[in-house]
């Protein structure tokens, strides 16, 4: 079983930045994808950012595209979301996901190629 565990969320204001963080423990794999994903009250879990293990491969919602940034420590089994510019819409708790398989690409944008998910970490904007 793997465990992930969230950090780094907080309140902020439009236009500021916030980094999360996401550890993963127990059973690991030799290569998995790590995902970002995000639900906001009212809403369906949309996907964020995802990124290979090799990290020579990352995906973003058109959404977050140029706003944030994917990145992994594997030494750590941490990955990170550097957010910048954030908008009150991007108001949401931030779920990280764990996918012990190989990159296929915009399949990593589908919550049910997950199968082990944090507890969240709630991000809040403010205008």
């Known amino acids: 079983q793997v465990q992930l565990a969230e950090s780094g969320g907080g309140l902020v204001q439009a236009g500021g930045s916030l980094r999360l963080s996401c550890a993963a423990s127990?059973?690991?794999?030799?290569?998995?994808?790590m995902g970002w994903f995000r639900q906001a009250p009212g809403k369906e879990r949309e996907f964020v950012a995802a990124?290979?293990?090799?990290?020579?491969?990352?995906l973003y919602a058109d959404s977050v595209k140029g706003r944030f940034t994917i990145s992994r420590d594997n030494a750590k089994n941490t990955v990170y979301l550097q957010l910048t510019s954030l908008k009150p819409e991007d108001t949401a708790v931030y779920y990280c996901?764990?996918?012990?398989?190989?990159?296929?690409?915009?399949?990593?944008?589908?919550?049910?190629?997950?199968?082990?998910w944090g507890q969240g970490t709630q991000v809040t904007v403010s205008s």
């Open positions: 996901a764990f996918r012990p398989a190989i990159w296929m690409g915009d399949r990593q944008k589908e919550k049910r190629m997950y199968n082990a």
């Open positions: 127990g059973r690991t794999f030799n290569s998995y994808v």
């Open positions: 990124i290979s293990w090799s990290a020579g491969s990352t």
